[in-house]
């Protein structure tokens, strides 16, 4: 039981880490729950919990992020 214990918290650090493709100091702090495309048009962000935006995914090849209602869409 504690192995599985420390074994979730581990999975759920590294899934909150950001990844290498954002960095976090180029955007401001967040309110959660927020979403904006990336500075790159690439993808899109994810406000954490703790206010720091995370990469919330790569858009499809050919296709750029744009804001849509206020929300991030790969078109």
Known sequence: MQF???FALAATTVLALPSDNVDAR?????TPPQYQCKG????????????TWLD??????DT???PINNLPYCT
Do not use: H, Q, R
């Open 64 to 66: 750029t992020c744009k």
């Open 40 to 51: 790159d048009a690439s993808g899109w962000l994810v406000c954490n919990v703790d206010g």
């Open 4 to 6: 599985l214990t420390i």
């Open 56 to 61: 919330g995914g790569a858009c499809p090849k």
């Open 26 to 30: 180029n955007y401001p702090s967040c």
